[in-house]
């Protein structure tokens, strides 16, 4: 006998039912191989953010130890720089002059150097240890011109910069006072009075800058210390002026005070 349609039904329902654990485990196993899939695709990515990520800070952490060996060594470069010139300032004091010209000579090359730095590296060079290694600078070239040439060096002939050279030539002015105390010391009061005028002519062409002197940081506080030093210097020389004037009346006075020698004759027997 042929079964009935409802026995076909009810065989079919059994065969679903029969079937229904098996599909829900396929799908079980299909939503587990699908968030799998998810988490080793997520855990991927985070590698490769953190890779990148690492290759990133790996190149700051190179760019800034290399920032920090060059800035190191333009630091000492512009300390010698500064030391150089000021040996050469202290020399020409002593009259030394060969062995400070070859002591600016190194610090020029020093000074070369570190423009040449520079150039890929502005940020570290152009700062406030190099301004101030310039004006060290500036101020030991024109010392060493005025006292061997008697003239003013300019700022294109020792390429500098004109801030720098007009604080460098603000601190000449003491420079000139140690050397006319010198002088006066040695007796020398015409060349004391020389260096006082030679003090007062860089303090009145630095005053007639006029609105550039407002331009220029830190010169009105140099031009304060020079105008305290340049009194000071005057009235060292006015002393010593009025003292050597005073010793020479004295001497005058003496001599035309001095009683003559009477002269005997000798009276042959």
């Known amino acids: 006998m042929f079964p009935l349609g409802s026995d076909i039904c009810q065989s079919k329902l059994q065969f679903r039912k029969q079937q229904s654990p098996n599909s829900e485990m396929g799908q079980h196993l299909t939503s587990m191989k699908t968030k799998l899939i998810s988490q080793q695709h997520i855990s991927f990515c985070r590698v490769q953010v953190l890779s990148g990520l690492e290759n990133v800070l790996q190149e700051v952490k190179n760019d800034l130890l290399q920032k920090n060996a060059i800035r190191e060594e333009t630091h000492e470069s512009m300390r010698k720089a500064t030391s150089l010139s000021k040996q050469a300032i202290l020399l020409i004091h002593q009259k030394k002059y060969t062995e400070a010209e070859n002591l600016i000579t190194t610090a020029t090359e020093r000074i070369s150097s570190l423009r040449e730095v520079a150039k890929n590296f502005p940020d570290i060079v152009y700062g406030g240890m190099f301004s101030a290694a310039l004006q060290e600078y500036s101020e030991a070239h024109i010392f060493l011109t005025l006292v061997k040439e008697f003239r003013f060096v300019t700022p294109a002939e020792i390429n500098i910069p004109s801030v720098d050279y007009a604080l460098g030539l603000a601190d000449v ?97």
């Open 173 to 269: 002015i003491g420079e000139f006072r140690r050397l006319a105390l010198d002088n006066l010391r040695e007796g020398e009061v015409k060349k004391g009075e020389q260096c006082l005028e030679v003090m007062d002519e860089i303090f009145i062409q630095l005053l007639a800058l006029d609105e550039a002197y407002m331009l220029v940081p830190g010169l009105r506080h140099k031009s304060d210390t020079a105008r305290r030093i340049i009194e000071a210097t005057r009235g060292d020389v006015t002393l010593e002026i009025r003292r050597k004037s005073l010793e020479d009346t004295l001497k005058e006075f003496q001599l035309t005070k001095s009683p003559k020698k009477s002269r005997t004759k000798k009276v042959n027997p």
